[in-house]
């Protein structure tokens, strides 16, 4: 028994070290921003940020463009997603709940692609933007993020679907709705913590996409905040207090919504493990 | 996430393979009532059919154009007067006779296997550690994981530079303080040493979502199976393959898939860290191809790569299809 305690203790200690080794890239991102220059700059490190100060917020978001990059950057998400729910919840619907001839080949469809590489796509797809004059226009990225989000959409929301007990629906329609109606009533109230996750995380997703807005939009105005966040390092020198307050102000959204839906989307696709 | 999924590191997890069946192997897949099969039978179709459309246009059809344009010479004076110029098998001869391609292909598989084994043995690693340590711990390490997981790699990619930087950085300033000789050194001279920096970043943000995902499957495992091999006098490591590994292994794989997909066609990381340098040192296969095309406008040239990209990962992808499917299948 003794030898086991002072073994857990020892795992303690080290289960403590690895938390801090993973989660001091991301302090060291928030403490930079949030110190005066002189304490950034300096040869020995100054690991608490005080005295505190946001003038690094304010260089960020006071650059020029900053509030241009900051709606494409939600303007092309926010579309993307809405797109990407409206034709993945109907399919999602098909897929977990209807049988039908090609069922297979579909679902088969779907995860190649999820899984397509993207990146040996770029070349094509810049092309095929081109001669359709899309080049620098929302739209393309609209379009783009569309596609790189449906599949694991569709994906999800079927697990989100199957995970919710047929005998609901089955007693809904003993009970005289219609099929549609059971869908409407029951399996669409039911589904709506899913639609919440799978959303935030078709946004977070896009939110973060950098090489397709990269070669996309190049035009001044037209950058999204990836592209802006990559090429400020170059603008600024070494402004690091500026860079890591425009990596924060980029980073904070997708922190937050990570952490509240990071259980729920597990537990989605874990699905077909709830009991009916 | 990823991706997910997907393009992004922070693609969510992938459904486990060993999905308990909803209603048991025995019972028949319930047709809906009212008949799905035999009233309405367009419904389902109706409703993949926007989804189908989707799909073929926007990656089907790049898919296609891409194949087509590998066959073709396309540089800025064709793309500027629309001109097609078939030019048969040119562009994979100059490709595959190219010297520097082979660096690069040999260059990105190495840094795939790389990447992915230490990805897949510290993943492992922390996954047995939180399953060691006390409930506060496990807590804390959770979280610290979920954070590293959840930062976007453009910013990722934006916090190593500032960690590693020559001046002022962290990790110069620390080695410095534990008496070794750092102080100005830089990270990003040599191929070798940036690519160290862009594997440390790769699998930093790697290790949450396997240690996570094995520690779920470890979890499913009875205690009384560890308490029994314990009273047949099994050791730790003989605990770990007779009770652990058998637990993990289907996760493992699928997981292990998944990672070699993503390192071996990364692009944001590696091209945020150093644009592919120094001295094209750190160019891989996806920066090859926008170099190619986006850089030089030698699109037949780039689109040559990408199928060759494509034909590369389509072996592995077909197997890992066939697996979720069947997993998918076994939910319903």
């Known amino acids: 028994m003794i030898r086991r305690r002072g073994g857990r203790t020892a795992m303690n200690l080290v289960g403590i070290a690895v938390a801090l080794v ?21 040869t020995t ?48 619907l098909a897929v977990a709940r209807m049988r039908w001839r090609g069922r297979r080949a579909y679902l088969l469809l779907i995860i190649l692609a999820q899984t397509a590489p993207l990146e040996a796509l770029l070349i094509p797809a810049f092309l095929v933007l081109r001669d359709a004059g899309l080049l ?28 919710i007990p047929v005998e609901l629906e089955e007693a809904a329609m003993t009970d005289g709705c219609t099929r549609l109606g059971a869908y409407r009533r029951v399996v669409f109230p039911l589904l709506a913590p899913g639609l919440v996750a799978t959303s935030v995380f078709a946004f977070i997703t896009a939110w973060n996409e950098f090489m397709f807005a990269l070669v996309i939009m190049q035009e001044q105005d037209k950058l999204t905040l990836p592209v802006w966040l990559a090429t400020f390092r170059t603008a600024f020198g070494t402004d690091w207090g500026g860079t890591m307050a425009a990596s924060t102000l980029f980073t904070l959204p997708v922190l937050v919504f990570f952490l509240i839906v990071q259980r729920r989307l597990v537990a989605g696709l874990s699905a077909g493990a709830v009991k009916g | 996430m990823r991706p997910v999924t997907t393009t992004s590191q922070a693609a969510p997890v992938p459904a486990p393979v060993t999905t308990p069946p909803g209603r048991g192997p025995a019972g028949p897949v319930p047709a809906p009532p009212g008949g799905g099969r035999r009233r309405g039978g ?16 926007l990656l089907g059809w790049p898919v296609v154009r891409d194949v087509a344009i590998s066959f073709q010479r396309l540089g800025l004076a064709e793309l500027v007067q629309r ?8 562009n994979y001869r100059e490709v595959l006779t190219d010297p520097f391609f082979w ?33 506060g711990v496990q807590i804390g390490l959770s979280v610290a994981l979920v954070l590293a997981w959840a930062v976007p790699p453009i910013s990722a990619t934006v916090i190593f530079q500032w960690l590693f930087d020559t001046q002022f950085g962290i990790v110069n300033q620390v080695l410095t303080g534990l008496g070794l000789d750092f102080a100005d050194h ?11 920096v862009i594997t440390a970043l790769v699998v930093w943000q790697a290790i949450p979502l396997v240690a996570l995902s094995l520690f779920a499957s470890m979890t499913s495992v009875s205690t009384e199976l560890y308490e029994a091999a314990a009273m047949d006098g099994a050791g730790p490591w003989r605990r770990f393959t007779a009770v ?26 590696v091209y945020g860290i150093r644009q592919g340098g120094p001295n094209r040192e750190t160019v891989t296969m996806a920066l090859y191809a926008y170099q190619k095309g986006i850089g030089s406008r030698e699109f037949g040239t780039a689109a040559a790569i990408s199928v060759i990209m494509m034909l590369m990962l389509t072996a592995g992808l077909a197997w890992y299809a066939r697996m979720m499917v069947r997993s998918a299948e076994e939910e319903q």
Do not use: C
């Open chain 1, 136 to 163: 620098n226009r929302l739209p393309a990225l609209v379009l783009t993020y569309f596609m790189v989000t449906l599949p694991f959409t569709i994906w999800t929301l079927r697990g989100f679907v199957a995970a």
């Open chain 2, 244 to 269: 652990t590994w058998p637990a993990v292994r289907p996760m493992a794989l699928v997981l292990t898939f998944l990672s070699v997909i993503w390192d071996f066609k990364v692009f944001t990381q």
């Open chain 2, 83 to 90: 001109r097609t110029v078939w030019i048969g098998l040119e």
């Open chain 2, 186 to 196: 830089s990270w990003f001279a040599t191929g070798v040493s940036t690519f160290g």
């Open chain 1, 45 to 92: 490190p100054h690991v608490l940020p005080f005295p505190l100060t946001l003038e690094h917020f304010h260089t960020a978001v006071t650059r020029p463009f900053f509030l241009d990059y900051l709606r494409n950057s939600l303007v092309v998400v926010l579309a993307a997603v809405a797109l990407s729910i409206l034709t993945a919840a109907p399919a999602a």
């Open chain 1, 22 to 42: 993973m989660a001091f890239p991301v302090y060291w991102m928030a403490s930079t921003a949030l110190k005066p220059s002189g304490d950034i700059l300096s």
């Open chain 2, 42 to 57: 367009w419904l389902p179709y109706a409703l993949v059919a926007p989804s189908v459309l989707a799909l073929l246009v």
């Open chain 2, 103 to 135: 660096t690069v292909v040999v260059r990105t598989v190495l840094f795939t296997v790389v990447n992915v084994a230490l990805t897949m043995a510290l993943g492992l690693a922390v996954a047995l550690l939180l399953a060691a340590v006390s409930r």
